[in-house]
C-alpha cells in the first residue's frame, strides 16, 4: 500500500483558491483536504463547488435511472421467455393429444406416442405462426429433427390434413409474416395458453 504524503490543505485551481485551512493532510481534492472538511466547504459555500456538487447529482441520478430501467428491460425479457415457454409447451401438448392415431405429417409413418409437434414453417422464422395450430402437427422423431421439419413432403401432405383452404391461407400469412418479426405480448401469450388449457381438458 502506497503512503500519501502529507501536504497542506490549500486550494490549488483557480476554482479552489481563497479555501483551505493550512494544515497538513494526505487525502485532497483539488488541493483541499476531505478530513478536516475543507473540500466539504468549499461544494457547499463557493458557487463553483455547488456547480460540481450539482453535476455529480444530476450523473448520479441518471446512472441510477439508467440501471434501473436496465433492471426493468431484463426483468420483462425474463418473464416474456418464462411466458413463451409456457405457451410452447401446452400448444405442443395440444397437438400431440389432437393428433392422436395420425400418420407423420410428413412421411406419413404410422402413429408413434413419442411423435413431436412439427411445424410446417419454422417458428424461429415464421414467428408469427409460431403457435398457429393450422402450422403445428404430429410428426416422427426423424422427420422433426433429422429431416430439418421434412418442409417438401409436409407442404404436400398438408392440404389433406386441414383442407385445401386451409392450407393456401396458411400460405399467405406465411408470406406476409416471413418479412418481419412478430413480437408477442405477455396479455396474447395468457391468452393462448388460456385457450390451450381449455383444448386440452377436451382430451384429457
Known amino acids: 500500500m502506497i503512503k500519501r504524503k502529507a501536504k497542506p490543505c490549500k486550494g490549488s485551481l483557480e476554482k479552489t483558491r481563497g479555501f483551505g485551512c493550512g494544515k497538513l493532510t494526505s487525502h485532497r481534492i483539488y488541493g483541499l483536504g476531505k478530513m478536516c472538511g475543507c473540500y466539504s466547504n468549499w461544494l457547499l459555500n463557493s458557487e463553483q463547488g455547488k456547480i460540481k456538487m450539482a453535476k455529480s447529482i444530476f450523473v448520479a441520478t441518471k446512472d441510477r435511472k439508467a440501471l434501473e430501467k436496465?433492471?426493468?428491460?431484463?426483468?420483462?425479457?425474463?418473464?416474456?421467455?418464462?411466458?413463451?415457454?409456457?405457451?410452447?409447451?401446452?400448444?405442443?401438448k395440444f397437438v400431440r393429444l389432437r393428433d392422436v392415431g395420425k400418420p407423420c405429417i410428413s412421411s406419413l409413418i404410422s402413429y408413434k406416442p413419442d411423435?413431436?409437434?412439427?411445424?410446417c414453417y419454422p417458428a424461429d422464422k415464421y414467428t408469427a405462426l409460431k403457435f398457429d395450430l393450422d402450422n403445428i402437427h404430429g410428426q416422427s422423431v426423424h422427420a422433426n429433427r433429422f429431416l430439418e421439419g421434412d418442409h417438401t413432403n409436409y407442404i404436400l401432405n398438408l392440404p389433406n390434413r386441414i383442407g385445401n383452404d386451409k392450407a393456401t391461407d396458411l400460405a399467405k400469412r406465411a408470406a406476409r409474416c416471413k418479412r418481419t418479426s412478430k413480437n408477442w405480448t405477455i396479455d396474447e401469450l395468457k391468452s393462448i395458453q388460456n385457450k390451450m388449457k381449455k383444448l386440452i381438458k377436451n382430451y384429457e
Do not use: N, P, Q, Y
Not at 428491460?73 to 405442443?92: A, D, G, I, P
Not at 411423435?115 to 411445424?119: I, N, Q, V
Open 70 to 92: 436496465a433492471k426493468i428491460k431484463k426483468h420483462s425479457r425474463r418473464t416474456l421467455s418464462v411466458e413463451l415457454e409456457k405457451t410452447k409447451k401446452l400448444v405442443h
Open 115 to 119: 411423435f413431436d409437434a412439427g411445424h
